[in-house]
């Protein structure tokens, strides 16, 4: 949960005053986006190496961000050395033994060690402990080679924790004290993003935009051009989303970053209902293979052009399109062709349709062994509680741990729900867990109550729909929002689309292809049928 990749984006923190998830100012209303208090964590900013903007890498792939060099390091060291709980007591018998009289961190710490303590607690997501030892070497060593990384590393920990304002004044310090380093630029780019996850998309466009202007060869200017489009999109202004398409196709010809800015203009016709245009527009991706890095598949276009072109009224050949999709126990796309075709008022696609579905259960009967159902009990009395299917419970435990009550990410998760310590301890409490520890998180029974807790707040939030259910528990609820409220679709398979991080959108489909599968071999009682 809390995410494997982003598990993400979201998190983690302590703000104690509830905000309210609402659709983006002036952007399209999603009929799934409740106006619901939103947890004050995410599963998907779990992996604080995921880079934490809007868009996960260069090409809109998961990846490593780039880091400045010292602050990367420092994570790498912490790495090595933080990969057990074990390294973490350490570092917390090493503070409690440096600390004064009076509580504070003895003065003779390096700067480099320090930065070595800040990493470890960075990694197991110890946030206030490691923005304590930043801010130890700001006020010992003002003038040390490591002030740039120690005061970024401060603004990603705020921004890991969707304090974003804060996360943004602190980039901006770095961007205007440091703009000639690695962190002057990163810090630069995330003032930007952190606009955008407090929904001022126009406002994060325009600092965007100044990036690109001030660093025309930076590092992240391919994302920097995908982000300005999706924020002049949730401002509510189409026209300049469109512009900036064009602009980014021209810098970009030939490359995934075309491509995704051509399937940013395919949404944003399908959001607005511009049916002939969302054709055109599949069309044209369709003229010439996907470069790798691409935000999307082949599955993925022929199922919008399909809607689209049953929206249009052209249903025959809405059924071909929708037919081109292969249907298999892997197909996330094929099993909503297949539902969609039943539902069109034409005999023949629905005999195809009755075809479909009995392959389908077929191929789903000969992996069944692949299905199984641990837990049962524990996963049925928790889920059930809290109006949640234990299905898709399961699911998302096959997909996180493959049901080992000892997984440990390198990010800091546990158990069988991959739940940090930090965001565990918002639903600890609620979940009728009264010791919560990094340790008791590896317990099936604490672990399951507690992921189950904070699934059911998912569930509110986006009124039960499994892909937003999964793309939060895995990019963030608060990524969520935003890709909901672009979609003004009640269609999975359009809000999948809009999914922005590669890894949460291949995340959402392995999901709830499990969950597909165990609802077809289980009732809800998780009895085999």
């Known amino acids: 949960m809390i995410s494997s990749g982003q598990r993400c984006s979201d998190r983690v923190e302590p703000r104690q005053e509830r905000r309210t998830i609402v659709r983006a100012k002036r952007g399209a209303r999603s009929p799934w986006l409740l106006k619901a208090s939103a947890p004050k964590t995410c599963k998907g900013e779990r992996n604080f190496l995921r880079p ?10 998961p990846g490593l961000f780039f880091l400045p060099i010292v602050l990367l390091f420092s994570i790498s060291l912490a790495f090595s050395q933080s990969a057990t709980d074990a390294s973490l007591n350490a570092v917390r018998v090493s503070d409690r033994a440096s600390r004064s009289a009076n509580g504070k961190l003895a003065p003779d710490i390096t700067a480099a060690e320090h930065m070595r303590r800040a990493g470890i607690y960075l990694a197991n997501r110890a946030f206030a402990a490691a923005r304590e030892h930043w801010q130890a070497l700001l006020d010992n060593y003002p003038n040390d080679s490591n002030v740039p990384a120690a005061l970024y590393g401060m603004a990603r920990s705020y921004y890991v924790e969707r304090r974003y304002e804060e996360a943004r004044q602190v980039y901006e310090r770095v961007a205007h004290d ?10 630069s780019n995330f003032a930007a993003s952190s606009l955008l996850r407090m929904g001022r998309g126009a406002e994060a466009a325009e600092r965007y935009a100044e990036y690109l202007e001030k660093y025309p060869n930076g590092e992240r200017i391919d994302t920097a051009h995908l982000n300005i489009i999706d924020g002049y999109r949730e401002a509510g202004r189409p026209q300049d989303a469109i512009a900036w398409i064009d602009r980014t196709r021209a810098r970009f010809p030939g490359t995934a970053i075309e491509a995704n800015a051509v399937f940013a203009r395919l949404r944003l016709d399908i959001a607005q209902r511009d049916w002939d245009h969302a054709v055109l527009s599949a ?8 470069p790798s890095g691409s935000n999307t598949s082949a599955d993925e276009l022929l199922y919008l052009k399909a809607l689209s072109l049953e929206r249009l009224g052209r249903t025959r050949e809405a059924v071909a399109t929708y037919l081109m999709i292969p249907t298999n126990t892997n197909s996330y796309y094929g099993f909503l062709a297949t539902r969609r075709l039943a539902g069109l008022d034409d005999s ?22 692949d299905y199984p159902a641990p837990y049962r009990l524990q996963v049925v009395t928790e889920a059930k509680k809290r109006g949640l299917d234990p299905r898709l419970v ?9 049901f080992k009550p000892n997984a440990k990410s390198p990010s ?35 672990n399951i109550a507690v992921g189950s807790e904070y699934l059911s707040e998912l569930s509110r939030m986006f009124a039960g729909l499994p892909e937003a259910i999964a793309a939060s528990y895995n990019g963030g609820e608060d990524n969520v929002a935003r890709w909901l409220g672009r979609t003004n679709q009640k269609d999975e398979g359009v809000f999948a689309a809009e999914v922005g991080f590669t890894e949460s959108k291949n995340y ?9 599968a165990y609802q077809l071999l289980y009732d809800s009682n998780l009895n085999r049928r």
């Open 412 to 446: 800091a998760a546990r158990g069988l729900l991959q739940l940090t310590i930090d965001a565990a301890q918002k639903y600890a409490k609620r979940a009728g867990i009264k010791q919560l520890t990094d340790d008791t998180l590896y317990q099936p029974g604490t």
């Open 52 to 61: 934490f903007g809007e868009r996960l890498s260069l090409v809109n792939a």
């Open 508 to 516: 959402v489909f392995k999901v709830i292809n499990y969950y597909r």
């Open 348 to 369: 023949q696609a629905r005999q195809q349709a009755d075809a479909r579905t009995e392959a389908y259960k077929s191929a789903i009967a000969r992996v069944a062994s």
């Open 283 to 290: 069309n044209e991706l369709f003229a010439r293979p996907l």
């Open 394 to 402: 399961l699911a998302i435990m096959k997909q996180e741990s493959a």
């Open 178 to 187: 440091y703009p000639q380093t690695k962190e002057g630029r990163e810090g």
